[in-house]
């Protein structure tokens, strides 16, 4: 009698992951996570976390093309892609992954809304592969042009300064302010050009660097314009560092202003480092002209009406009635009084100084001060909310500005508008 066998059938394999609590289904989280469905096995592709790598890798990438290269990376990973479709749907996705994975998304909103458009433009013009409908070449082809877009937005740094190098003169003092990288290219070949012709650079350079407190005097080594000084004085460039409450003070020795940008919004104005608004007014009343130098991916199609419609959460003006941690400690070390606290402060002794106090003093390393970089402890969320407000934007309006450097050439700022048009269409 033949044997039977009684073995029950192996399970099915479900390839979506396991449910995670206090999640959505995995299929519902691509889209907030960030992540795209596992291909073939592999890992599925984190598209925050890859945009993360790339800016930690080289401190010279910039928001938007960091974001770009993400795009393009996420594309080189999906080869199930076999529409139009769905690739544009998921280019879509992870953009607004990576939008609401930082506060302040402006810059980076600027490169990828014009990287998707680019894309757009590149089916829509079609060739051979279109013509036959494989979408296997088609898919070859906007990865070749999405490295193609990446490598001349990295080179558009050089081409801005070669231009904008020319409005630094010999004798002239330069007023910025920021960690712009565009800026610091600039001033550093007008430096070696100078150099090359005279022997030695012949201008100035005036550096605006904030204090993390209201009542501190800054500390140039900690500030974002840290590198650039450091580069400049390499070069034999006099650099004089002062606080935002000194740049008035400043302006008669200044022949003119040259800041960076996060965004140049469509009327020709521009979104940067909080303080840049200030310059502007104070060079305008003083008539000295103001340049601002940026690539031209980062025009964003924004029309701000104002400096609290730039559509981020910025909570600068934080109207309390406590007192703050560092002004009470102040206080009881060195008892001084309300009206004391503009005088030098004393320093105090370490064993009346607070373990968990000094944030401001100098900036943690990973090793010395752990608390930190624990996300789950109060001192972290403490600075992570300083570092917040540190990195806030303002709005300078058109008529404040001189003239944009792109590497389109010079552009006034009414011309801004015509040029977003090119970009676009």
């Known amino acids: ?38 291909q073939n096995g592999k890992a599925p592709f984190d598209i925050v976390s890859a945009y993360n790598s790339l800016l930690r890798s080289d401190p010279d990438l910039t928001m938007p093309v960091a974001a770009i290269e993400s795009l393009v990376s996420l594309l080189a990973q999906t080869p199930s892609l076999s529409t139009i479709s769905e690739t544009l749907d998921l280019l879509n996705t992870a953009a607004g992954t990576l939008k609401r994975s930082i506060p302040n998304s402006i810059s980076l909103s600027a490169g990828t809304d014009l990287f998707q458009r680019y894309i757009i433009t590149t089916l829509q013009r079609g060739g051979p592969a279109s013509a ?18 990446v490598s001349r937005a990295k080179e558009s740094r050089k081409a801005i300064a070669s231009v904008a190098c020319r409005f630094i003169r010999e004798g002239s003092t330069v007023l910025t302010n920021g960690g712009s990288r565009v800026v610091r290219e600039v001033l550093k070949i007008a430096a070696e050009a100078q150099t090359r012709e005279t022997g030695a650079p012949r201008f100035r350079v005036v550096y605006v660097v904030g204090a993390p407190y209201a009542n501190d005097m800054p500390n140039e080594g900690d500030g974002e314009g840290t590198a650039t000084i450091a580069a400049l004085r390499e070069l034999h460039v006099p650099v004089a560092t002062i606080p935002e409450a000194a740049i008035a003070y400043s302006m008669g020795k200044v022949s003119m202003a040259l800041v960076g940008a996060e965004g140049v919004v469509e009327n020709g104005g521009i979104i940067s480092r909080m303080g840049t608004y200030q310059m502007a007014v104070l060079a305008k009343a003083t008539k000295k002209p103001l340049y601002v130098v940026a690539e031209s991916h980062k025009f964003v199609r924004m029309f701000p009406l104002g400096q609290y419609d730039l559509g981020v959460e910025q909570n600068v003006l934080d109207f309390t009635t406590a007192q703050s941690t560092r002004i009470a400690h102040e206080k009881a070390v060195t008892g001084a009084t309300d009206t004391g606290l503009l005088t030098p402060k004393a320093e105090p002794s370490p064993a009346s100084k607070p373990a968990d106090f000094g ?45 944009l450097v792109t590497e389109a050439g010079v552009l006034t700022p009414s011309a801004v508008s015509e040029e977003l048009i090119k970009l676009w269409y």
């Open 1 to 38: 009698m033949p044997s039977t066998s009684s073995s029950a059938p192996a399970p099915e394999i479900s390839a979506t992951p396991p449910p995670i609590p206090g999640l959505a289904p995995a299929l519902m989280r691509t889209d907030t996570v960030g992540n795209v469905p596992h």
């Open 132 to 149: 036959a409908g494989d979408f296997g070449a088609i898919r070859s082809h906007l990865l070749s042009n999405g490295r193609f877009f």
């Open 359 to 403: 944030f401001g003093d100098k900036t943690p390393q990973v090793n010395d001060r752990k608390e930190y970089f624990d996300q789950g402890s109060e001192t972290w969320s403490q600075s992570n909310t300083l570092a917040q407000k540190m990195d806030t934007v303002d709005y300078t309006p058109p008529d404040l500005i001189s003239a």
